[in-house]
């Protein structure tokens, strides 16, 4: 017999897949297709997505656009409106000077007196209070107005004024008298010449400014006024005095004719209010 030849060392036969095998693999295949769908639905609706926010940021950037504009024009209706308001405050200030200006000149006609004392029958009787308040008061002055030569006789008490009336004041001390002048001439004479004429009060020899050898102001060697006269002035220009008296800026404050004059502090130059609706900063820089 031939020798048989040996098997060893040859690589065994390949089994054939059993249908359990090939089941399996189908059940593999199937659920990979299933996952590869279920992710290719997942990229169509990412993508859908995508497609919906795109658009959304489209209509966003259509719309700042539209904002941008809309808001250049707010911006100048804004700016337009603001020129027109400015324009209408300046007419107003412009028209509420011109009245306060009208109302002050009126009143030019007119003064205010303090520290005259007078009675209840006084006060009810037109022609007392006249004359209570020019011979207090008045009839100092003008008598220095003659014997200056300012005025060559002297006028009587229904000469100077018109009427004389007392206003409201504080219990217990006298009250504030407004009187109106015939003539404004005369009534601006007399406080041209108060400050040399008008009744004083005395200062005792000790009590004067540098210790009675003749130092001091003025008016500290000559005494306070004993009926303070000052004109009737509107209360726009009453309270803006009062603000500018009262800053720490200014020296002295006065007015002539209604008009504020002051000096500030440090300073002998006498400055004017020219707009008396302007803030007190800026009158008095």
Not at 111 to 139: F, H
Request: net charge positive; with cysteine.
């Amino acid at each position: 017999m031939p020798p048989s030849k040996s098997n060893k060392g040859a690589p065994a036969a390949e089994e054939e897949p059993t249908l359990g095998d090939l089941l399996k693999l189908l059940k593999q295949q199937s659920e990979q297709l299933t996952s590869l769908n279920t992710k290719m639905t997942k990229i169509e609706e990412d993508v859908q997505k995508m497609d919906q926010i795109d658009n959304e940021v489209k209509n966003i950037k259509t719309l700042v656009v539209s904002l941008r504009e809309e808001n250049k024009e707010l911006r100048a209706a804004l700016k337009l409106k603001d020129e027109q308001i400015d324009d209408m405050q300046s007419a107003v200030c412009s028209l509420e000077t011109k009245l306060n200006n009208l109302e002050q000149h009126h009143r030019g006609w007119g003064a205010r007196v303090l520290n005259v004392q007078v009675t209840e029958a006084e006060e009810a009787n037109p022609e007392a209070m006249i004359n209570k308040v020019y011979q207090t008061a008045l009839r100092p002055i003008l008598e220095g107005a003659v014997n200056t030569g300012k005025l060559q006789t002297l006028p009587t008490a229904d000469q100077v004024l018109e009427v004389a009336h007392v206003l409201p004041g504080k219990p217990g001390h006298p009250k504030p008298i407004i009187m109106r002048f015939y003539n404004r001439n005369l009534r601006n004479l007399i406080f041209q010449l108060k400050k040399e004429h008008a009744p004083r009060e005395q200062v005792e020899q000790g009590r004067r400014g540098g210790g009675g050898d003749g130092g001091g102001s003025r008016s500290e060697r000559l005494g306070r006024f004993r009926y303070p006269l000052y004109e009737d002035l509107t209360k726009t220009n009453l309270a803006k005095m009062r603000a500018i008296s009262q800053d720490e800026r200014v020296q002295a404050c006065w007015t002539v004719n209604g008009q504020i004059r002051f000096r500030l502090n440090d300073s002998n130059e006498v400055k004017r209010v020219t707009s008396i609706h302007d803030p007190l900063d800026k009158i008095l820089r």
